[in-house]
């Protein structure tokens, strides 16, 4: 069982989209780099195939992706790494909202204790059958070897398990799920600082002032060089 160090208020991501909807921009570039770290596409007949036929989603590289009915803005629901070569699984940036994940296949000798840090929604994982599933078997609702694979079903939400005296968040805290044996505390409205022991407004502009010009200046560019990539076909 990993908890999380920090007690965080508002999570930087979250907020640096609403501030500026050109971060949409930097999310993609890095989520198409996760659907092409493999070659080839998804097929038709394999576990992330079926799943994303059933959610109508678009398959691009490894990656089934979805739109929120909302926005445009498509993020990835499915991701198959299987029969990659990979050795170790390290980061897998802009894929923390997918629900399946495919890794079997690979000669994978470690995965990285924070690999899945975030990843709220991931229900299915299939593993090489010597890999151990992320946060032991405690973190799921069900385990179980086939054919060779491992399969981890169900998340389980940390916050839930009352057996663990010490998963408790500190006063002026709630505790939220943060992916597969992890779990967050975050500070109620009007509480900040260590563990959230602080009341009164926080000084939003001070702190995220500079993050949020920066991504402005960086959007810029990347819009400039989106242009010119645009003029030259
Ligand atoms: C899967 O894809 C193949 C071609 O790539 C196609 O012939 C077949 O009908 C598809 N199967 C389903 C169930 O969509
Ligand atoms: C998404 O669309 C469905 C129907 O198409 C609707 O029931 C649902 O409320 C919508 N969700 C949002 C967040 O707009
Ligand atoms: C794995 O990939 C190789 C080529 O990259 C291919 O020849 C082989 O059939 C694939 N295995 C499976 C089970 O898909
Ligand atoms: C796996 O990675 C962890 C750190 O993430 C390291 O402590 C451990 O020694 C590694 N194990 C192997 C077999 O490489
Ligand atoms: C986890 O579950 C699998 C499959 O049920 C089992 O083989 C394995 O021994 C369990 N591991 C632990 C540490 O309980
Ligand atoms: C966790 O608890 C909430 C409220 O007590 C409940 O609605 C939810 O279904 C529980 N989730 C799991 C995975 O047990």
Not at 56 to 69: H, P, S, T, V
Not at 79 to 90: F, G, I, K
Not at 166 to 185: D, H, K, M, V
Request: with cysteine; charged share 20%; aromatic share 8%.
């Amino acid at each position: 069982m990993k908890m999380r160090a920090g007690y965080s208020q508002l999570k930087p991501v979250v907020l640096i989209c609403i501030i500026n909807s050109c971060f949409y921009a930097s999310c993609q570039l890095s989520e198409l780099q996760v659907c092409k770290l493999c070659k080839g596409k998804i097929q038709n007949d394999t576990a992330v195939g079926r799943f994303c036929a059933k959610w109508a989603g678009r398959i691009d590289g490894r990656c089934c992706l979805g739109k929120e009915n909302t926005t445009e803005h498509e993020y990835i629901l499915g991701l198959d790494l299987s029969n990659c070569s990979l050795t170790h699984v390290e980061e897998l940036h802009g894929a923390s909202t997918t629900l399946i994940i495919d890794l079997s296949l690979n000669p994978i000798v470690n995965i990285s204790d924070t690999t899945f840090q975030g990843f709220i929604q991931m229900n299915y994982m299939i593993l090489p059958g010597d890999i151990v599933c992320p946060g032991g078997n405690t973190s799921w609702q069900k385990v179980e070897v086939k054919k060779g694979n491992r399969l981890c079903e169900g998340q389980k939400n940390m916050c839930n398990q009352t057996e663990q005296q010490s998963l408790n968040c500190p006063e002026n805290s709630l505790c939220a799920p943060y992916g597969p044996g992890f779990f967050e505390c975050i500070c109620a409205d009007n509480h900040h600082g260590y563990k959230c022991l602080r009341a009164g407004e926080f000084p939003a502009l001070q702190v995220f002032g500079p993050l949020g010009a920066s991504t402005v200046v960086i959007s810029f560019l990347l819009w400039v060089t989106q242009r010119r990539k645009a003029k030259s076909h």
